[in-house]
T-cell receptor, first 114, second 115 residues
Framework: DTEVTQTPKHLVMGMTNKKSLKCEQHMGHRAMYWYKQKAKKPPELMFVYSYEKLSINESVPSRFSPECPNSSLLNLHLHALQPEDSALYLC?????????????FGPGTRLTVL | AQSVTQLDSQVPVFEEAPVELRCNYSSSVSVYLFWYVQYPNQGLQLLLKYLSGSTLVKGINGFEAEFNKSQTSFHLRKPSVHISDTAEYFCAVRTLSSNTGKLIFGQGTTLQVKP
C-alpha cells in the first residue's frame, strides 16, 4: 500500500468556523508533511513531523494548528481562516525526514474560505 | 541556500513529438534531485530521482533525466509524448545533509500536449 489518503476532498468554511483536515498513511513512514499549494504555484512547506514530533514550522500563522496523534495520522486544525488561505492542502509522507527519501503525496483537500 | 529554476513556464508540444523540460539548480552543497508530476486536481507523483551514481536516470511513464553537475542542470526528457502527459511538472532539490526532508521546488512547467 503506497497510498496517502486525505479527507475531505473539498471543504468550504466561513472565517469563524473551526474545521480539521485529516491525512493517513499505512506505509510505516515516520515523517509526515503539510504543504499549501495555490493555483499555478509549487507546493509550499508548512509543517514537518518526524517520529510524531513537530520538527519544522515554516512560520505558519497560528490559525493553522497541526497534530500528529500517532505515526499513521496527521491532522491540520483550522480556525478563523482568511479568504487568502483558500488553496489546495497537500499531505505527504516519507520513510524518514532524511536526504534522498521519496515523499509520497496525497490527493489534497481543496479548501475555500468565504 | 538552494534554489531551483525551471526555465519554461509552459511547453506546448504535439503528440508523439519529443520534449525536454529544463531545470537548473543552485546550491553550495551536494543535493538530491527530483522530478514530480501533478495531473489536474491531483497530488504530486514522483517521476524520477537522482541520488548518486549514473547521471542518466530513468523514471516512470517513459521519462528520463540527466544530471549535469558542471552545468547544475537536471533536464527531463521524453522521446514521444502522449495526450495523457499533459500536466504540471515540478523539479525539486534537497540537500544531502538535510534531516528535515524539506524539498525546494521550482515554479513548475505546464506541459501541453496537442493532438
Amino acid at each position: 500500500d503506497t497510498e496517502v489518503t486525505q479527507t475531505p476532498k473539498h471543504l468550504v468554511m466561513g472565517m469563524t468556523n473551526k474545521k480539521s483536515l485529516k491525512c493517513e498513511q499505512h506505509m510505516g513512514h515516520r515523517a509526515m508533511y503539510w504543504y499549501k499549494q495555490k493555483a499555478k504555484k509549487p507546493p509550499e512547506l508548512m509543517f514537518v513531523y518526524s517520529y510524531e514530533k513537530l520538527s519544522i514550522n515554516e512560520s505558519v500563522p497560528s490559525r493553522f494548528s497541526p497534530e500528529c496523534p500517532n505515526s499513521s495520522l496527521l491532522n491540520l486544525h483550522l480556525h478563523a481562516l482568511q479568504p487568502e488561505d483558500s488553496a489546495l492542502y497537500l499531505c505527504a509522507s516519507s520513510q524518514v525526514a532524511l536526504g534522498g527519501n521519496e515523499q509520497f503525496f496525497g490527493p489534497g483537500t481543496r479548501l475555500t474560505v468565504l | 541556500a538552494q534554489s531551483v529554476t525551471q526555465l519554461d513556464s509552459q511547453v506546448p508540444v504535439f503528440e508523439e513529438a519529443p520534449v525536454e523540460l529544463r531545470c537548473n539548480y543552485s546550491s553550495s552543497v551536494s543535493v538530491y534531485l527530483f522530478w514530480y508530476v501533478q495531473y489536474p486536481n491531483q497530488g504530486l507523483q514522483l517521476l524520477l530521482k537522482y541520488l548518486s551514481g549514473s547521471t542518466l536516470v530513468k523514471g516512470i511513464n517513459g521519462f528520463e533525466a540527466e544530471f549535469n553537475k558542471s552545468q547544475t542542470s537536471f533536464h527531463l526528457r521524453k522521446p514521444s509524448v502522449h495526450i495523457s502527459d499533459t500536466a504540471e511538472y515540478f523539479c525539486a532539490v534537497r540537500t544531502l545533509s538535510s534531516n528535515t526532508g524539506k524539498l525546494i521546488f521550482g515554479q513548475g512547467t505546464t506541459l501541453q500536449v496537442k493532438p
